[in-house]
């Protein structure tokens, strides 16, 4: 299974609300981040949370990390039509001598104006 | 896209042929990235170089070839392209190996 699982895997709101995406995982990570992909193109970075932090904030993003619980949140405010993309959660780890990035399977979002 | 570009941007081919795929950074990272994304699969990393010369296998590898002879190109090969790898491939880079990676715009390959 995953290393890194999104939930919900789609999700549809209004112009104007939150998002929230979650980000459940199984081993110890180095760090996690986020991904935004558009439709068609590739996967831009957005924020990245250490295994030490517990919330960090960008713009209107807000990520939380709760590794007792190994998981995160990602918290869209305010949201825009603009913001209808795949998100990406990918966990950053070292297994077995190597170190990778490994990204869950998305979950979309959808911003209706 | 962080100056990397990827050729070609589409690619439709037959079985049994082979196919290569560049992808080309001006940012000299040392580390870059082949993945192929696929519904229902998402990300998946093929192979991945963390220098000239120096390439590991990722989760995916089988029936794929790498090669690095300089920082700036990655060539990803298909010896014998096969309908199961009809697929979107992304190249990325990354300074680090742990942190942020820089997406490539996307080959879209259709093994027919």
Known sequence: SQQGEEDPQALSIQEGENATMNCSYKTSINNLQWYRQNSGRGLVHLILIRSNEREKHSGRLRVTLDTSKKSSSLLITASRAADTASYFCATALRQGGSEKLVFGKGMKLTVNP | DAGIT??????VTETGTPVTLRCHQTENHRYMYWYRQDPGHGLRLIHYSYGVKDTDKGEVSDGYSVSRSKTEDFLLTLESATSSQTSVYFCAI????????????GTRLTVT
């Open chain 2, 6 to 11: 990827q050729s070609p941007r589409h690619k």
């Open chain 2, 94 to 105: 990354s300074g680090l190996p742990l942190y942020e990676q820089y997406f490539g715009p």
